[in-house]
C-alpha cells in the first residue's frame, strides 16, 4: 500500500511538472509576434534546452505513467495514450518555438495532452 501511495505521489508530482512545461511553451507558442526566426542560435541556446529538459521530465514520467495505467486500468486512459502523449509533448515543445506553426495543431495537440495528465490526476485524486 506505502508503494503505490509513493509511486502515486511521483507521478502527481511527475505531471504537474509537465503542465509546467506545457504552460510555458503555450505562453511562448501563444506571443507570437515576440518569436524570432529560425536560426541555429536559437536552436542551441533556447530550443534544445528546453526540448532536453521536457525530454528529461517526460523520461521520468513514463514509467510511472505505464506501472499506474496497467495497475489501476483506468477507463479513459489506455497504455498507448502515454506513448502518444510523449509524442505530442516532443512537438509542443518544438513548436511553440516558432512562428510558422499550424495553430489549431498546436492547440490539438495541447489539448490531447492536457486531457491525458488531468484524467490520470483525476483518477488517482478520486481513488484517495
Known sequence: MIRVE????NLIMSSRELFLI????????ESINQKPEKTEELFYQDVKPM???ALDK???????AEEWVKMNKPKYIH???IDSTIDNIEQIVLQSF???INKQRFHNLYNSV????SSILSEIECSQ
Not at 509513493?6 to 505521489?9: L, T
Not at 492536457?114 to 495528465?117: C, I
Request: neutral net charge; hydrophobic residues 40%.
Open 6 to 9: 509513493v509511486s502515486n505521489m
Open 22 to 29: 506545457l504552460d510555458d511553451c503555450k505562453k511562448r507558442f
Open 51 to 53: 526540448f532536453e529538459l
Open 58 to 64: 517526460v523520461q521520468m514520467w513514463k514509467p510511472l
Open 79 to 81: 497504455s498507448a495514450q
Open 98 to 100: 516558432y512562428k510558422d
Open 114 to 117: 492536457e486531457y491525458v495528465l
